[in-house]
C-alpha cells in the first residue's frame, strides 16, 4: 500500500510557522527563515523556473521528498482562500497560479463542498468533507502504486500524526527560533506510533531529521 | 575568558521534561526516557559506579559534554528540595549524596541565602542571590581556565538564553514524544544571539545538535 509521506520545516523552538499569520505572510512574521535552507538549493530554484542556486548535501533529501508522489492531502487554510463557504461567482483557486507545481490530484479537506478543480499539468483539486481517513483512502485509490503526500497544515498534520497514518516523517529542523506561531507538536499526544529515528542529515543550514514506521507496527 | 556551555536532552516536541513533575519523578511522567541514550553508554556508567553499557558515536559527544569545566550554575528546583526559605535544622544537601558527581565549585541561583555547603570530592555548593549575571561572574572566576556548565533547569536556562549569555548549547534531541511538560524553547524569544549550527551526530537513539557562538558576535 502506498505510504503517507509527510515532510516539514521546523524551527528550533518547535514552529512550522510564525507568529500572526496573514494573507500577505501566509508563513507569519519571519515564517520564510525556515526555508532558507531550500529556496537556496539549484532543485527547488529550477522546480520553480529559477535559475542559479547551489548543490549540497541537501539537495539529494529534496529530490527524494518530492519523488514518486501520486497523490497530494492538504487542509483548507493551506489551500488559501477566505474561510467559510466557497465563493460561488469566482471561487478561490489556491496559491499556485494556472500551473500548479504538483501535477496530480490533490485533496483538500474542507467542511464546504464543492466540484473538482482542474487545472494545467495534470493538477486536480478535489474537496473531501468526509475526514482525513476518507481524503486518505481517495488519495491512495488516486496515487496507485506511487505514495501520498500529507503537505500541510499543522492542524492537518496534527490529525494525521494523532491518527497513527504518517508513515514517513521527514522534519527539516531550521537552527533558528521564532518565538511565537504554530507550533507541529501540539494536540498530537505522546506516540509516535512506531515512527522510528532512520536518518540524519545536516548541513550549516539545517538538519534533516527522517522517522519511518516500524516494520510491523 | 571561560565559556558559559549549555547541554541539555529535549524530546522531538520540545519538552525537557514530561508532565506532573513531583519529588518521585523529578523529570516528570515519561521524562526519564530523554535520557535513554546517556544511561545505555559505558562511559555514562563508569561515571556513575555502574559497569556495563555499550560504547557508540554518542560516547564522544558524552566526554566531550564534561570535560575542561571548572565550575557549574543551576536553579533552585534542580538542586532541590522543598520551596521557600531553607530548613534551618536540616537543610536539603543536593541530590547526588555525599560525594557529588561536580568535583568542582556549583552555583545554585535561589532567593534564600545560605552559607556554603561542602560535600566530599571537591563539590561545594554555593547559593546566589543576586542574580544570573553574578552568578556567572562568580562561576567564571571559580572556573578560571576552564568553561563553566550551565546545568538546568528549564527556567533558569531560558534567562541564560534570553540574555545572550550562552556560548555553547548542545540538544541531545531525542526522537520521542512527550506530549507535555517543561519546553525548553518557551519565553526566551527569537533571537539566538549568534548560536549557529557547528556539528549535527547522531544515532538511532539520539541527534545531538551542537551550536556555538560566531566568532566576533
Redesign the interface.
Known amino acids: 500500500m502506498s505510504k503517507l509521506r509527510f515532510r516539514i520545516s521546523m524551527s528550533?523552538?518547535?514552529y512550522v510557522a510564525g507568529p500572526n499569520q496573514s494573507i500577505k505572510e501566509p508563513l507569519g512574521v519571519?515564517g520564510e527563515r525556515l526555508h532558507d535552507w531550500v529556496v537556496s538549493l539549484a532543485e527547488w530554484r529550477a522546480s520553480h523556473g529559477k535559475s542559479g542556486g547551489e548543490t549540497n548535501t541537501s539537495s539529494a533529501v529534496f529530490a527524494e521528498s518530492y519523488a514518486n508522489l501520486g497523490a497530494t492531502i492538504m487542509g483548507r487554510n493551506m489551500f488559501g482562500g477566505h474561510p467559510g463557504p466557497w465563493d460561488a461567482k469566482s471561487p478561490w483557486q489556491g496559491w499556485w497560479g494556472k500551473n500548479p507545481p504538483f501535477h496530480h490530484p490533490v485533496f483538500v479537506l474542507t467542511h464546504h463542498p464543492r466540484e473538482p478543480l482542474t487545472l494545467e499539468g495534470g493538477t486536480t483539486f478535489n474537496f473531501v468533507t468526509t475526514g482525513i481517513e476518507d481524503a486518505l483512502d481517495q488519495a491512495r485509490k488516486a496515487a496507485g502504486a506511487k505514495d501520498v503526500a500529507l503537505a500541510g497544515g499543522a492542524k492537518v498534520a496534527q490529525q494525521y500524526l494523532a491518527a497513527g497514518l504518517v508513515d514517513e516523517m521527514e522534519?527539516n529542523?531550521a537552527?533558528?527560533?521564532?518565538?511565537?506561531g504554530e507550533?507541529l507538536?501540539?494536540r498530537?499526544?505522546?506516540?509516535?506510533h512506531g515512527?522510528?529515528?532512520?536518518?540524519?542529515v545536516?548541513t550549516?543550514?539545517v538538519?534533516h531529521?527522517k522517522?519511518e514506521r516500524r516494520k510491523g507496527s
Open positions: 528550533l523552538d518547535g519571519g522534519i529542523l537552527p533558528i527560533l521564532l518565538g511565537g507550533r507538536f501540539e498530537v499526544g505522546d506516540d509516535l515512527l522510528e529515528l532512520v536518518r540524519t545536516a550549516p543550514k538538519v531529521i522517522l
